[in-house]
């Protein structure tokens, strides 16, 4: 199934993809969740009783709508892989040094509310080397504890994608990834969520981004370093992942920040992230 959160007359509205291509409000369906996050949490218990309603003669919502980032606002920092395609080390180790390739490196990207699917992003004046990177995004479905990857994905709702902006001179500035990756509206999330079983093998996606129509990163999730595996039983083995955590799986190479020379973004670029099996999600640039 694909889930998606939609404003309806400014009321945030958590709905599912209709047999008619058109979103289904849950509500409707005599589902009843505060939120995409309640959503995650309940889905076992809620699950047949959505499959049942669209079974059935389901309305579609008919008045006008927009689409949302699926998860709005996290319950949490979301837990991001840094440099997990082979490509994209070597096209930033000239600006960042890393002393063992080997191990996975992990942060955390603060997102007060996630940018939505068609959002504008924010280009603030105290920026002047604004990135893309376009991410596979795992949420996981049920709290998560000294897990093993042969059972990893157990764990998984589905997956989504993400845009990690991120302002090159406030990781340079700062020395860390945290602030320059954390900015509001630096996350933008969409279109929707696709649950796991919609996806089958998550390591044979295409993952692309192109920037006012051009190709800038185009590779396949089989290029992970850590697969999703890995990192959620690296992340498990002291460290409870809670239903609804939101990993972002790094990005492959052709970053702005990997030409030479640089090529950032400025306002008025459109960047569009697409993952085969979920989608895209288009956002422009806006002086703030």
């Known amino acids: 199934m694909r889930f998606y959160t939609i404003s309806v007359n400014n009321t945030e509205m958590t709905a599912v993809l209709g047999p008619s291509g058109e979103p289904v409000t849950l509500e409707s369906l005599g589902v009843k969740v505060r939120d995409m996050n309640d959503l995650i949490r309940r889905y076992d218990e809620v699950k047949d009783r959505i499959v049942r309603g669209l079974e059935k003669d389901c309305v579609p919502v008919t008045e006008p709508y927009r689409i949302l980032a699926p998860v709005p606002v996290p319950e949490q920092d979301l837990v991001c892989l840094g440099v997990n395609y082979r490509e994209h080390i070597l096209e930033t180790s000239n600006g960042i040094q890393f002393d063992k390739k080997n191990d996975t490196v992990y942060f955390s990207k603060r ?3 996630c940018n939505d699917p068609d959002g504008v992003i924010p280009f603030y004046d105290f920026v002047d080397s604004l ?6 995004g795992v949420i996981i479905g049920r709290d998560a504890f000294g897990v093993s990857a042969e059972e990893a994905l157990d764990y998984v709702f589905g997956y989504t994608i993400i845009n990690d902006v991120s302002a090159r001179n406030i990781q340079r500035k700062h020395g860390q990834w ?4 954390s900015l509001d509206g630096y996350t933008p999330m969409g279109p929707c969520i696709v649950t796991k079983d919609e996806i089958g093998d998550i390591h044979r996606l295409q993952i692309s981004c192109h920037v006012n129509g051009e190709e800038r990163q185009n590779s396949s999730t089989g290029m992970m ?3 999703v595996e890995e990192a959620i039983a690296e992340l498990s083995e002291g460290m409870t992942l809670k239903a609804g955590t939101i990993i972002a799986t790094g990005t492959p190479g052709g970053v702005g920040m990997g030409t030479n020379p640089p090529r950032y973004l400025k306002p008025g670029d459109t960047v569009c992230c697409e993952i085969s099996g979920i989608g895209k999600l288009t956002n422009t640039l806006e002086k703030k």
């Open 111 to 113: 997102a007060n509310r």
């Open 131 to 136: 990135d893309y990177e376009v991410e596979l």
């Open 225 to 227: 370093i850590t697969p």
């Open 178 to 181: 945290y602030l320059g990756k």
